[in-house]
């Protein structure tokens, strides 16, 4: 019988207590579409041994990427920025790019894809668009997201319109010159994109793990990544 793929989820970095942490849904989205996931967390520098043991990646939601890394501003509306991960992560992309990695970038991730390829981002996404759709509230919170008709995103979700869970307050600004923008909200703010260049890599800005237990559409994402795992 052949193994599970092994899917690499990175974490969130170290709390208070000096605990790394991350969401269960993750993880559970990752085991319902027959995957195995392994947590990867912030610090590690053995990214092409890892690489060379998993079959696929997830970047996890999370914090705000340090502006420095793309000549923004410290907004004051920041959250605490961390270095470690963003480094983490930025490595690991680059593996993941180069090995032609399956990938799943999920909020901060897609961000980070964006960092990590050149891009930029919107610091505080009320100031350039306002609030008339709800990127963010106290809790996840959907909204309407209209995809690219004929994209690989628009296929994997079985739909060119979607309502998924969103929690974020940046956004991409200057979007890196290798992503294709596939999805977008009402305001205009991207919310998908694609890297044509690569067999199997998808970035979304909301968090499909916090309803796919519920929502086969937003499953689907966790599904396809895991098919294209296992080759």
Known sequence: MARAP???ITTYGRNEKGRFTLPAPYVEAVRRAGGVPLLVAPGETRVEELLEIVDAVVLAGGP????ALYGGAR???LTALDPERD??????????????????????GMQVLNVALGGTLIEHVPDEVGEQV?????DYVPHAVELERGSKLAAVLGT???SPASSHHQALRRVAAQLAVVARAPDGIVEGVELRSH????????HPEHTAASDPTQQRLFDALVA????
């Open 228 to 231: 294209a795992a296992s080759g």
């Open 75 to 77: 907004h004051p509306k």
């Open 160 to 162: 060119t319109a979607c």
């Open 6 to 8: 092994r899917i690499a």
């Open 87 to 108: 480094a983490t992560e930025i490595a690991l992309l680059r593996g993941v790019l180069a090995r032609a990695t399956p990938a799943l970038c999920i909020c901060r």
């Open 64 to 67: 705000d990427v340090d502006p």
């Open 199 to 206: 067999p199997w890599l998808l970035g979304v800005q909301w």
């Open 134 to 138: 709800p990127h963010r509230r106290e």
